[in-house]
């Protein structure tokens, strides 16, 4: 297998709420996609319904105050590791009881001491190093060390007992910390893309992999004192990727910007689905795992997320857009609808009208949102000195900063249709799978007996959108919320 190269933390109680989006400060308007998923059915699978391997390996704490830690594994007895593609950065539970008997740096041996919260102590900002093995042992562990590390963000719930403590611990990576103590402050200029790197690793600081779809369209912008993490995300709204076409936009605007264990993804959501599937799975009611599969799934629960009324008032299938210009005084109507955003979009889904245009034509022949917009006219002229910027105005008056007319209503449509079917899945552990990732899915059709035929509506292509590695005392399995925006199965579809 080799892994699709395309891979922000939900960290919520509830794993299958689709409606949070980033949890920092800067979120995707819209783009969560939720509604009220009035079609929905679960099964858990009798064929194969137990978790399988997990293992703690390391889970040490490291002291704020000199140079003393504490290996906590003996007293993990939950572990919960998630990844979403609306969240800008990574976070983790841990649920510890601790007896008094605890492994110490110093010692290196097994000894009773204090609680420690309170002889290490930890009050928030420790560095912690996690490895834990999925059912996979070796092959695909969660190892969090170096540079990697993720941070205590707070203890709650605490139990305290003379015979033991329980409490939880909270982590989050070293960027969402720095997010808080830096700002974006210059002027900005040129491609979205290359301005989003410099963000990441000039003002942010960080030294993680970034993995950027190139940008079509330049835009110049102040940062004006606002967080690394708005910025990026506000930025995401606005992309274009890249085309053969130079002289055409296409209808494919709409980018994700999210962290997972390998890093930063600034994505577009139109390469992501032109993906290869990383893994399949299959659900069936035998203990045979069928040929290609790479696991059976435990158990699952199908959302048809089709709020028509929500949609309409998001103008999902048509909007209006009134772009008016205040230099000339002139305004612009731009109509968009589903039928022009099918032409030049991948979707996961069959390539038919049929499967992607799921609403009847009453409720998609005029546009049920109308936005009022004012072009981006006069202002941020590239350049660096007040005498260059206003050469190049005057060489070009009427040319916008942004080019909302053509991007804007196809971006705003795109993020929604992202989260048309919504789908949740539990299999053994994989802790290699990362949110971004594209994954087959193989769903029978609910009837009785041992039926070996698939749903051709349910199955096919998804896109993991938010996910859960979770390692237990009794083994570890991974909960995967995936999404698509069109119904169907393609008829050729691999996995390298």
Known sequence: MTRSPYRISSGGSSFHDFTSTSSGDGSIGSGSGSGSGSDSGSSSNPGKSTSQGGNIEEFRIQSNIGEGDVDLSAGVTEFNYYESVLSNHITATATIVETGNITD???????????????????????????????????????????????????????????????????????????????????????????????????????????????????????????????????????????????????????????????????????????????????????????????????????????????????????????????????????????????????????????FVVVAEEFSSSPSRIMNNILDIGTLPSGVTSEKQLEEWKNDKENPNFKSAETLAQSIMRYNQLFTVQTNIQIPGDFSIRAGDLVECEFPYLKGGNADEVNPQSSGIYMVAKLCHQATAGGSVTSLGLVRDSFGKKKKEGIS
């Open 105 to 355: 740096s110093n010692a290196r041996s097994t000894q009773s001491i204090a609680s420690s919260l309170d002889s290490l102590p930890i009050r928030g900002g420790e560095r912690a190093n996690i490895v834990i093995d999925d059912a996979h042992a070796d092959e695909h562990k969660i190892n969090f060390g170096g540079e990697q590390s993720l941070y205590v963000n707070r203890v709650r719930n605490a139990i305290p007992g003379t015979q033991k403590d329980v409490y939880f611990l909270d982590f989050a990576s070293k960027e969402y910390f720095s997010n808080e103590l830096t700002r974006v402050v210059k002027k900005y200029e040129g491609k979205i893309s290359d301005n989003v790197g410099m963000i990441l690793q000039e003002v942010l600081g960080t030294d993680a992999n970034l993995d950027v779809d190139p940008t079509a369209l330049p835009y110049n912008f102040i940062g004006c004192d606002r967080k690394p993490f708005y910025v990026c995300t506000w930025l995401a709204s606005k992309a274009v990727p890249e085309s053969s076409n130079t002289d055409s936009i296409g209808n494919a605007a709409g980018y994700l910007f999210y962290q997972t264990k390998d890093g930063f993804h600034f994505k577009s959501i139109d390469k992501l689905f032109s993906g290869t599937p990383y893994r399949k799975f299959v659900y069936n009611n035998t203990e045979k795992m069928p040929a290609g599969a790479d696991a059976k799934i435990l158990s699952y629960s199908i959302d048809r997320d089709i709020d028509l009324q929500k949609n309409l008032s998001l103008g999902v299938y048509f909007n209006r857009s009134i772009f008016f210009n205040p230099l000339s005084f002139v305004y612009e109507a731009v109509e968009y609808d589903i039928n022009k955003q099918k032409e030049g979009v991948t979707i996961a889904g069959k390539d038919n009208d049929k499967d």
